[in-house]
């Protein structure tokens, strides 16, 4: 399996504010997703990230809220925008390349005041 | 709607017993399902997958059992060890082809092992 390096792996923020998470993988991947998984719960998917185009997001996610970006087959962001305590929660990237297995980086924890 | 959920939110088992962990789904569309452990602080990882034209898969320690007919899933992990203690996630993959891949999680069952 490919190893998915996720920066922030853990932020503090302060209501009102963004913050964008960098995943980065270490070998090129055909597909890339971003999850988030609340206390306690199971991951719920946001959107997959797309190289070169639009994210797809899927249904209670927009692009407004959860911006996404890839410009290319190793890297993608996720931004959280005008964070609220609700938004709290660990972020998760995953990849999966060709018929592989889909994998997962370690996650981010934010915490919003 | 379509989901993929689980029987029992914990189970708590002793050092070497065996440890089973069921799932039902609801998509019978579904190309295969995964098991995943994750443990504390830490993402999801890969354990097991079948594929939805078997009924049976075995790994090391793990076996994965699927039965298509009352749409169940299980995951068997033999002589359980401290270091299974996790939340085992059963996880639904629908391909419809192209970039139509996705990947759908249940509730997660956390498994604790009694030394």
């Known amino acids: 399996s490919a190893v998915i390096s996720q920066k922030p792996s853990r932020d503090i923020c302060q209501r009102g504010t963004s913050l964008t998470i960098q995943c980065q993988v270490d070998?090129?991947?055909?597909?890339m997703f971003w999850y988030r998984q609340q206390p306690g719960q199971s991951l719920t998917l946001i959107a997959t990230?797309?190289?070169?185009?639009?994210?797809?997001?899927e249904s209670g996610f927009v692009i407004d809220k959860f911006p996404i970006s890839r410009p290319n087959l190793t890297f993608s962001t996720l931004t959280v925008s005008n964070m609220s305590p609700e938004d709290s929660s660990i972020y998760l990237c995953?990849?999966?390349?060709?018929?592989?297995?889909?994998?997962f980086g370690e996650g981010s924890r934010l915490t919003v005041l | 709607g379509e989901s993929v959920g689980l029987h029992l939110p914990t189970l708590s088992v002793q050092e070497g017993d065996n440890s089973i962990i069921n799932c039902a789904y609801s998509?019978?569309?579904?190309?295969?399902f995964i098991w995943y452990k994750q443990e504390s602080g830490k993402g999801p990882q890969f354990i097991i997958d079948?594929?939805?034209?078997?009924d049976k898969r075995q790994g090391q320690r793990v076996t994965v059992l699927l039965n298509k007919t009352v749409k169940h899933l299980s995951l068997q992990i033999a002589a359980t060890q401290p270091g299974d203690s996790a939340v085992y996630f059963c996880?639904?993959?629908?391909?419809?082809?192209?970039?139509?891949?996705?990947?759908?999680f249940g509730k997660g069952t956390l498994l604790t092992v009694n030394p």
């Open positions: 990230a797309n190289q070169g185009s639009e994210a797809t997001y």
């Open positions: 995953s990849a999966r390349r060709n018929a592989g297995e889909l994998f």
């Open positions: 079948i594929r939805s034209n078997m």
């Open positions: 998509n019978s569309a579904s190309d295969y």
């Open positions: 996880a639904e993959i629908r391909n419809s082809g192209g970039s139509n891949y996705k990947l759908t």
């Open positions: 070998s090129q991947v055909t597909m």
